[in-house]
């Protein structure tokens, strides 16, 4: 398991394509974010803020899969990435 908030690296598919080298072959990531959507001020800022969707094609463009992605509600998604 390695838990991630993928707005807070500089280059994000860098970090998922660090974590995949990282990950054993039954491990996941789980990314807990900002919804990019979201209009509360609080949290991170917008501009660096990533959806569902980006996080699904950075997955897959480093080879791995995306197992589920969801809105857990209006602020917040998770997104569950394995090998």
Known sequence: FYGICLHDFADPKLALLNARQLLKTS????????????????????????????????????????????????HFYEVIIGQ
């Open 27 to 74: 491990g996941i990531i789980y990314d807990y974010d900002w919804r990019a959507d979201s209009l509360i001020s609080i949290g991170p800022p917008h501009s660096i803020r990533l959806s569902k969707e980006d996080v699904t094609k950075l997955a897959q463009e480093v080879g791995l899969k995306v197992i589920s992605a969801y809105d857990l509600d209006r």
